[in-house]
């Protein structure tokens, strides 16, 4: 089996089900709106529902119109990353890891739109408890499919200026 397949059929399945895990324990233990401080004034384990994309963009969407959007959305990333895993040259032995974790957080993120209609974000990083020039320094909640996917990217990016 070439390297490429090797990396996806393990690594996307591992990361999707860490997801599936690490969200299945917030499930379990915290009620939606919950907080469990873990790092005072910097980490914080919460359960907040995310119904649009990334940083909650498009939450306030028609909900009859934002769920086939997102599953349209999953479907054309989904095709994409398909088409690219196969056309990768046999001895490529980089692509297949960025391709991999965000093919894992497409999947990862789907299955929570499926199962629940919103994503399930657990973790909060900020910096204290209060606002700085009337701005939070609080960075959206998120899960690992969103780790997963913004490492590929910072991977992707990383490549694009190497090439440079």
Request: aromatic share 16%.
């Amino acid at each position: 089996m070439a390297y490429k397949y090797k990396i996806f059929f393990i690594l996307t399945p591992l990361v999707v089900l860490l997801d599936f895990w690490t969200k299945s324990m917030i499930l379990n233990t915290l009620a939606i709106g919950e907080t469990v401080t873990v790092i005072p004034q910097f980490f914080d384990l919460v359960h907040v529902r995310n119904a649009g994309a990334a940083f909650g963009m498009l939450a306030s969407m028609d909900p009859n119109f934002r769920a086939p959007f997102f599953y349209g959305i999953s479907f054309v990333a989904s095709c994409v990353l398909v088409y690219c895993f196969l056309t990768l040259e046999r001895r490529d032995r980089f692509y297949p890891w960025p391709l991999g974790l965000v093919s894992a957080g497409v999947i990862g993120n789907f299955i929570d739109r499926v199962r629940y209609g919103s994503v399930v974000d657990f973790v909060s990083l900020h910096v204290g408890d209060k606002m700085v020039s009337g701005v939070e320094l609080r960075w959206p909640a998120f899960n690992a499919a969103d780790s997963a996917i913004t490492i590929s990217m910072i991977l992707l990016i990383a490549a694009v200026f190497k090439k440079r």
